[in-house]
């Protein structure tokens, strides 16, 4: 089982960037789809995107769809979400999950989570 950390977050103006990373422990992080969720103040967990074991599967939530992307590298045991043009609707805790099962789009799916990361996007 793999164990996960995020890091990258912090306070960023609207319209700028951040590059969230999540590093996993263990040596089977290849064989794990991926996924990146988000929770606000009061809100609910949310989808934000998705990578497969391979890379060839990616699946954003259409909120992010076109400013954000979602990577790995195998071989560093790493996850990253890169997010453009943020707004202040994005602020958020933003959590890394991982997965065995062959569905990986529902936070339902993920049994393993870090600890999270806050992202704040305000003027």
């Known amino acids: 089982q793999v164990h996960l950390v995020e890091s990258g977050g912090g306070l960023v103006q609207p319209g700028g960037s951040l590059r969230l990373s999540c590093a996993a422990s263990?040596?089977?992080?290849?064989?794990?789809?991926m996924g990146w969720f988000r929770q606000a103040p009061g809100k609910e967990r949310e989808f934000v995107a998705a990578?497969?074991?391979?890379?060839?599967?990616?699946h954003y939530a259409d909120s992010v769809k076109g400013r954000f992307t979602i990577s790995r590298v195998n071989a560093k045991n790493t996850v990253y979400l890169q997010m453009n043009s943020l707004k202040p609707e994005d602020t958020a805790v933003y959590y890394c999950?991982?997965?065995?099962?062959?569905?990986?789009?529902?936070?339902?799916?993920?049994?393993?989570w870090g600890q999270g990361t806050q992202v704040t996007v305000s003027s």
């Open positions: 990578i497969s074991w391979s890379g060839d599967g990616i």
């Open positions: 999950a991982a997965t065995n099962s062959g569905a990986y789009t529902y936070t339902t799916d993920y049994n393993i």
């Open positions: 263990g040596r089977t992080f290849s064989l794990y789809n």
